[in-house]
């Protein structure tokens, strides 16, 4: 099975703190994604990645940036950290191919709460 | 743009009656539809799909869900629920403006089965 390790389920950080979410997968999956999720609202695609040092937004980057310096490992980096940033952050790879029928595979979740 | 959407926050039934959980989508194109769960502290864990074929999808854990075209639905359906199936449900599609295998998440339903 495929597995999406991220390396924290749970941060407690301050207000302007920088910090780093990571996550790696083992399956050599092209694609990896960061989601944010919020009661109310689902999950949002914060950036996601198509290949190592590539990068694309997703629906909402502000705030955020990403690293991708080997294919199994891609990072979350929350340069100032915000109140508006607490969350549960999730992580997920899926292979490429030529079926969109391709499942993406989630990590357990970082639970973030900026004080 | 793709889009998904779960009409009800929280959907309540009673252990060994049947439920629903409903999912309409708006797609350009044939929709690649998906269902996910989510447990308690736990990311989201892979139900069923539907890519192209039968209109009944069977998936895990004894879920099923209908895809109809006509009303643009994608509802799970169990026959006979268990207490352990209360958990958060997200249903998704593919994204099919890009390459790059993404989702996008419905808000989320709440099912919770009670003794």
């Known amino acids: 099975d495929v597995k999406v390790t991220q390396s924290s389920r749970y941060l407690v950080k301050r207000t302007g703190e920088k910090v780093f979410l990571e996550c790696v997968q083992d399956m050599d999956h092209e694609n990896m994604f960061w989601y944010r999720q919020d009661p109310g609202l689902g999950l949002r695609l914060i950036y996601f990645s198509y290949d190592v040092k590539m990068k694309e937004k997703g629906d909402i980057p502000e705030g955020y940036s990403v690293s991708r310096e080997k294919k199994e490992r891609f990072s979350l980096i929350l340069e100032s950290a915000s109140t508006n940033q607490t969350s549960m952050y999730l992580c997920?790879?899926?292979?490429?191919?030529?079926?969109?029928?391709?499942?993406?595979?989630f990590g357990a979740g970082s639970r973030l709460t900026v004080l | 743009a793709q889009s998904v959407a779960q009409p009800e926050d929280q959907v309540n039934v009673a252990e060994g009656n049947p439920l629903t959980v409903k999912c309409t989508y708006s797609?350009?194109?044939?929709?690649?539809l998906f269902w996910y769960v989510q447990y308690p502290n736990r990311g989201l864990q892979f139900l069923l799909k539907y890519i192209t074929g039968d209109n009944l999808v069977k998936g895990s854990y004894g879920f099923e869900a209908e895809f109809n075209k006509s009303q643009t639905s994608f509802h799970l359906k169990k026959p006979s629920a268990l207490v352990s199936d209360s958990a958060l449900y997200f249903c998704?599609?593919?994204?099919?403006?890009?390459?790059?295998?993404?989702?996008?998440f419905g808000t989320g339903t709440r099912l919770l089965v009670s003794p």
């Open positions: 797609v350009s194109g044939n929709p690649y």
């Open positions: 998704a599609v593919r994204d099919m403006n890009t390459g790059f295998q993404k989702l996008v």
């Open positions: 997920a790879s899926i292979s490429i191919g030529f079926s969109g029928a391709n499942v993406l595979t």
